[in-house]
Structure formats: C-alpha cells, structure tokens
C-alpha cells in the first residue's frame, strides 16, 4: 500500500497526481455542503412520495397527497364559475337587444364576450375581429345580415347556410358562369359595371353594357340601386368594403362561380349566457347599430 504524501504547506494529503511540480490536495468537501447535500437527496425522495413526479407509459404516479396542477386548476375554475354565475345567470335572462349599455350587466357581458370571442371566433374573424377574405369584418359598420343586437344575436344563435338549422340565415347566389346563365363576354361587362357604380373604375362601353344584365339578374337581390338588401344577405356593391375583393379577378370569380360563405349556428354549441355575452362584444366592436 503506497503511503499519501502530506502537503506540508496545507497539512492535507496529496491524490499522488503531479503536473510540471504541481500536486492536486485531497480536500474534503465543506460539511455545511454534504449536509446540504444529503438534505436535498431526502428532499426529493418525499417528494416522489407525496407529489406526482415519476412519469409512467400513460401517466405519472399520483403520489401519497392526490395533488396535480390539473385537479388545481379545476378547483380555481369551479371557484370562478361559482362567483360568476349570479352574474351568467342574469346575463342568460336578460333581453339582451333592449338591455341599457350604460348598465353593469350590460358591461360584464361585453367582459365575458371578449373572452368567449378568443375561444370561439378569433379562427375565422381575427383576434381583433377585423376578418379576412371571405370573413366579415366586425369592426365596420357594414352588415349583411343586419347589425343591432337582436340580428346579430339570430345570427350567432342559427348561423348562416347551416342546413340542421330551419331558422338559419340562408340566401343563394346563382353561378352565373358555372351554371350557363351568363357567357364570359357578359360576365366582364357585369364585372365593369359593378366597379363602375363601386367607383372603382371610369365609365366604359362595358359598363354599359353590363348595366342592363345588372337589372335583369341581379337588382332582384342587390337592389335597383345596388346598395344590398339584409333580407337575402345581398351586400352593398356602392361601398369600398368587398367580402371576397372587388378587383376585377375577384368580381370575376364571384360572378362565375357564385359565393356561399357559412358560420356556425351556435346556438347548439354554447349556452344562453355566452351568445349573450358574444352579442353584447360583438355590438360593442365599433360597427353595431
């Protein structure tokens, strides 16, 4: 057994390793360390015990105390939902096309509606409910269907073009192209006519010309004036606001091949309360009547 050689500067033994005169001590390790050590070590085998930390092929152990971050939070969201249902609860009764919009029923349900509409409709209508091509922008003042909070409540309440649905919101544009009722020809004469009343280009042969087959196919939805009509969803062809875009392409597409955009009817999806509440935000937006 070879003797340790004792550093005589430190009085501490050597691990016999030596580098150009250089020797490495074999000093032990602070006690308040290994007791911290040691500590930790316990630490963590109560731990495994009392709380979920081992995971298994389909879950992890439950541990001695049945907590879990999940069981937590259900525990936090019974408690929120049992503080606000008084308030659901009125909300859910409430009529919600004549309730005042200065009240604190009022204000609490456009609250819950800003948060429903995350949930629910942000997909389609955007987190600041502004749409995209083919999904109505909330924040104008531009409704197809009609934008006070009764026709935006029929509407959240039956869709639109949901066939389950007998009170859902249902118009139908032909295919003027796809289905032969107008050659291409007249199709561009359709679309030159339509930018023109929309502004968007000058007057045109074209344009005249398209403007007798406007009123033989589609005053009858559009109005003489083509400033739309809530009762068939016809949109407003006068304004600057175009659901599917009002270049000559777009104009083109929707004319051939026609346009039968749908929503749910969340009437059979969400409770009364919450189509309240996401009637209230949505009036709330900016473009509500």
Same mark, same amino acid.
Request: net charge negative; hydrophobic share 40%; charged share 20%.
């Given at each position: 057994m070879?003797?340790?050689?004792?550093?005589?500067?430190?009085?501490?033994?050597?691990?016999?390793?030596?580098?150009d005169?250089?020797?490495?001590?074999?000093?032990?390790?602070p006690?308040?360390w290994?007791?911290?050590?040691y500590?930790?070590?316990?630490?963590?085998?109560?731990y495994?015990?009392?709380?979920?930390?081992? !995971?298994?092929?389909?879950r992890?152990?439950?541990?001695?105390?049945?907590?879990s971050?999940?069981?937590?939070?259900?525990?936090?969201?019974?408690?929120?939902?049992?503080?606000?249902?008084?308030?659901?609860?009125?909300?859910?009764r409430?009529?919600i096309?004549?309730? *005042?919009p200065?009240?604190p029923?009022?204000?609490?349900a456009?609250?819950?509606?800003?948060a429903?509409?995350?949930?629910n409709?942000?997909?389609?209508?955007?987190?600041? &409910?502004? +749409?995209?091509?083919?999904?109505?922008?909330?924040?104008?003042?531009?409704?197809?269907?009609?934008?006070?909070?009764?026709?935006?409540?029929?509407?959240?309440?039956?869709g639109?073009?949901? !066939?389950?649905?007998?009170?859902?919101?249902?118009s139908q544009? !032909? $295919?003027?192209? @796809?289905?032969? /009722?107008?050659?291409?020809?007249?199709?561009?004469?359709?679309?030159?006519?339509v930018?023109?009343? $929309? @502004?968007?280009?000058?007057?045109?042969?074209?344009?005249r010309?398209?403007? !007798?087959l406007?009123?033989?196919?589609?005053? /009858?939805?559009?109005?003489a004036?083509?400033?739309?009509n809530?009762q068939?969803?016809a949109p407003?062809?006068?304004?600057?606001?175009?659901?599917?875009?009002?270049?000559?392409?777009?104009?083109?597409?929707?004319?051939?091949? &026609?346009r039968? +955009?749908?929503m749910? $009817?969340w009437?059979?999806?969400? *409770?009364?309360?919450?189509?309240?509440?996401?009637? &209230?935000?949505?009036?709330s937006? +900016?473009?509500?009547?």
């Amino acid at each position: 057994m070879t003797e340790q050689k004792i550093d005589e500067a430190t009085g501490v033994a050597t691990k016999g390793h030596e580098w150009d005169g250089i020797e490495e001590l074999d000093t032990p390790l602070p006690r308040w360390w290994l007791w911290t050590f040691y500590a930790t070590i316990l630490f963590a085998i109560g731990y495994c015990i009392a709380y979920p930390a081992i !995971p298994l092929l389909h879950r992890a152990t439950s541990g001695v105390l049945g907590w879990s971050s999940r069981g937590d939070l259900a525990h936090d969201m019974r408690a929120a939902d049992a503080a606000g249902a008084a308030t659901r609860a009125a909300i859910a009764r409430a009529d919600i096309a004549t309730l *005042d919009p200065q009240s604190p029923l009022m204000q609490a349900a456009v609250a819950g509606g800003r948060a429903a509409f995350k949930v629910n409709c942000t997909t389609c209508h955007g987190a600041g &409910a502004a +749409g995209s091509k083919g999904y109505p922008n909330l924040n104008d003042d531009d409704w197809l269907w009609g934008g006070d909070r009764a026709a935006i409540h029929q509407t959240l309440v039956h869709g639109i073009r949901q !066939p389950d649905d007998a009170a859902t919101r249902l118009s139908q544009m !032909p $295919a003027f192209g @796809r289905d032969g /009722i107008l050659k291409p020809d007249e199709i561009q004469d359709l679309v030159s006519y339509v930018r023109l009343i $929309a @502004r968007k280009e000058p007057a045109s042969a074209g344009a005249r010309r398209g403007a !007798p087959l406007f009123a033989a196919n589609c005053a /009858i939805c559009h109005g003489a004036d083509a400033k739309g009509n809530r009762q068939f969803g016809a949109p407003n062809l006068t304004d600057a606001i175009w659901l599917y875009g009002g270049d000559r392409d777009g104009l083109t597409a929707t004319i051939t091949n &026609a346009r039968a +955009g749908v929503m749910p $009817a969340w009437g059979n999806r969400l *409770d009364a309360a919450t189509i309240n509440m996401l009637t &209230a935000y949505v009036h709330s937006l +900016g473009g509500g009547e």
